[in-house]
């Protein structure tokens, strides 16, 4: 019995894992739906192409070859994304300055991780990116401003942005995608670490991103992941920026 047991549970770990590496391929789906779809959405009240000027604090999170997740400028040499997006120490870039993930944009070679100490599958997920250069500021490559602390997300609604895949192979999912989330009361979990926005019925599984959740230029989320199973309409889960606002803070400066 045992040995089933352990068995099964093995094969549900395996199958956590893959749903993992498939969240990152796919990224925030339910995010980043293709237009569309958003207007039959219950909750999601726009969806539309962005320019990075107006998100200077974007970039990718990713290697020479493959990207992974989004990520948010703090500093010139600090990004912030989500801890399980780290999926490797070298060789790992975040590119800035652009909305088009095909061009070039300005290329920051990360020098350091820093995983949030507690972080522990869904709680807690949220890394910081030391660079080795200082990004240059300019129209579009800019920090995000951090919240005062708070254990609540003290705003209604706000924004997610990003490169999430789409279902439709013709769909440009090159380009920076933008959509207004709203927060959910319901679902706060023990440790305050995370909050829900609600979004529109999409097949993320478990859409994990490290991009942002702003609100007129700040920085209230990090997009953790979506529910199983894929559009289902439940909550998404976001980091809970004015909760970690301190560690975010104190880490940032010894980087
Ligand atoms: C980039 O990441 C992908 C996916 O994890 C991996 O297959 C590839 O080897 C990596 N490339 C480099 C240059 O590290
Ligand atoms: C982008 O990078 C490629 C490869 O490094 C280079 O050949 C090309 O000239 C660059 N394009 C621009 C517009 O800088
Ligand atoms: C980021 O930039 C804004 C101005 O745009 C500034 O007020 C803020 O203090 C900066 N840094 C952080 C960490 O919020």
């Known amino acids: 019995m045992r040995t089933r047991i352990t068995y099964f549970l093995l094969r549900i770990q395996h199958f956590c894992n893959m749903i993992r590496l498939l969240n990152i391929v796919l990224t925030v789906l339910l995010v980043f739906e293709r237009v569309g779809n958003i207007s039959t959405s219950r909750f999601i009240v726009g969806g539309y192409f962005v320019a990075i000027d107006d998100f200077p604090f974007m970039v990718s999170v990713r290697n020479a070859t493959f990207f992974y997740c989004g990520g948010v400028i703090l500093s010139p040499r600090v990004v912030i994304t989500a801890a399980h997006c780290i999926f490797q120490d070298e060789g790992l870039l975040v590119k800035a300055g652009t909305d088009d993930l095909r061009k070039n944009g300005t290329i920051g070679k990360v020098e350091k991780v820093i995983k949030h100490p507690l972080h522990n599958g869904d709680l807690y997920d949220l890394a910081l990116l030391k660079l080795e250069e200082p990004l240059e500021y300019s129209p579009q490559i800019n920090n995000v ?111």
């Open 145 to 255: 401003t951090l919240p005062d602390f708070s254990n609540e997300i003290k705003v209604k609604e706000g924004i997610s942005i990003g490169w999430g895949w789409t279902q439709i192979p013709e769909d440009d999912t090159n380009h920076l995608r933008a959509i207004k989330l709203l927060v959910e009361d319901v679902c706060r979990d023990k440790t305050k670490s995370t909050f829900c926005v609600n979004h529109f019925r999409g097949n993320a599984c478990r859409g994990d991103s490290g991009g942002p959740f702003v609100s007129d230029g700040v920085l209230y989320g990090i997009i953790s992941s979506g529910p199983i199973p894929c559009g289902n309409g439940l909550p998404a889960i976001m980091v809970n920026i004015p909760f970690l606002v301190e560690w975010i803070k104190t880490n940032a400066n010894i980087l």
